[in-house]
Structure formats: structure tokens, C-alpha cells
């Protein structure tokens, strides 16, 4: 990948605010979220507001509804997946390299041990050079 501008970091490309569901809550209640805010993730978070996994739609459509289940019964923590996330004062090039280790579209972002925000491909889209960014996406969607 080429270098992005040396200064910036993480908390330079993430969307702000990122809005936690909770752990207990059901996968019903997290698509009406994704819903409503316009999100295709959402962060879960335990009953200490830290973050314990992430969540898609695509987890809900494919391991939930897909398998047969009911999205009113399962919870959020069920289905969570693995915790890979970015400190906010990571490197643009840490959290490219961690999106790319993980074949993740979504990265949350981490200030003293709470969320403050993810990282989407859509924050990339607005913050990268063409040529870093058409890097990231073919190293994505190619593996």
C-alpha cells in the first residue's frame, strides 16, 4: 500500500459516534438500529459499555435468518463476531493493514478503552488518495 499522510491517524478517517448495541438485546432489535441509523454494523457492547464484538447485517441475514432461526430470540453476543478493532491513534497505515489482516469492511476505533467511532469503506472513500484506496480494495475483495 502507498503511505498515507504521516500525521494522520485513525481518529482522522473514522465516522464519529458510533452507537453500541447490547449484548442481551436480540438480532431483531439490532436490524431495526442498522434501520434507523443508516449502518450495516454495529458494535456490541457489554454491561460495562465496552466493546465485546461487532455485528452485520450480513451476520444476521446469513448465520440467523438464512439457518432457520428466529432473530427475536437470538442476541446480539450469539452472534458476535471476533473483536478486531484500531486504537484511535493508530497510523491510517495500522488500520489499513489490520481492515486487509482481517478482511474487514468495518473497524471500530478505541480512546481509553471505550468506542468512539468505526472506520468504513466509505470513510476510506472520502480520506484516501485513489491509488491507496484501489490498493486496499483490490487486496480486500481479491482474497
Known amino acids: 500500500m502507498t503511505e498515507g499522510h504521516p500525521h494522520e491517524r485513525a481518529r482522522d478517517l473514522m465516522s464519529a459516534g458510533a452507537e453500541c448495541i447490547a449484548a442481551h438485546e436480540t438480532l431483531d432489535r439490532a436490524a431495526q438500529m442498522m434501520r434507523d441509523l443508516a449502518v450495516g454494523a454495529l458494535p456490541i457492547c457489554g454491561p460495562d459499555d465496552r466493546l465485546t464484538g461487532i455485528i452485520t447485517d450480513r451476520d444476521i441475514v446469513i448465520k440467523c435468518v438464512a439457518a432457520g432461526h428466529d432473530p427475536s430470540r437470538i442476541t446480539a453476543a450469539e452472534l458476535a463476531t471476533g473483536l478486531v478493532w484500531i486504537p484511535a491513534d493508530a497510523t491510517v497505515e495500522e488500520?489499513?493493514?489490520?481492515?486487509?489482516e482481517h478482511q474487514i469492511r468495518r473497524l471500530p476505533v478505541i480512546d481509553n478503552h471505550r468506542i468512539i467511532g468505526m472506520i468504513s469503506e466509505a470513510d476510506l472513500a472520502k480520506h484516501l488518495p485513489d491509488a491507496?484506496?484501489?490498493?486496499?480494495?483490490?487486496?480486500?475483495y481479491a482474497t
Open 95 to 100: 488500520a489499513l493493514a489490520r481492515m486487509v
Open 132 to 140: 491507496q484506496l484501489a490498493d486496499f480494495c483490490h487486496r480486500i
